[in-house]
């Protein structure tokens, strides 16, 4: 049953020829190329990123003696930014958006 011999597909291509036309059959098997290769890059896309998310293997490494290491510098307080409300906050964007358009028509 899963061999088809060259009348059988004979007869398939006739079929189909005469439920989409001859012209629309060239288009139909240029998509599925098309799609065909976007699905083949996209997976080996995939293979690649699981390829890069296994851990790394593990290393022998060969102790050195320890030497003492500097103590840490003293921490210095983070002053925290003025709590700005939404207005304040949307106004700044507009600016700074402003600023990169005006830079940007000067390139132009």
Do not use: H
């Not at 699905?39 to 293979?47: C, I, N, P, V």
């Not at 690649?48 to 840490?72: F, K, N, S, W």
């Amino acid at each position: 049953m899963g061999n088809l011999g060259p009348t059988e597909l004979l007869i398939i291509a006739g079929v189909l020829i005469l439920l989409f036309g001859a012209k629309k059959l060239p288009e139909m098997a240029r998509g599925l190329g098309r799609s065909m290769r976007i699905f083949k890059s996209e997976t080996a896309k995939l293979r690649e990123d699981d390829y890069d998310d296994r851990p790394a293997t593990v290393e022998t490494v060969t102790q050195t003696p320890a030497q003492p290491q500097p103590a840490p510098a003293p921490a210095q307080p983070i002053q925290a930014a003025p709590a700005l409300s939404v207005e304040e906050q949307a106004r700044q964007l507009e600016e700074q958006a402003a600023k990169l358009r005006a830079g940007a028509d000067k390139k132009v």
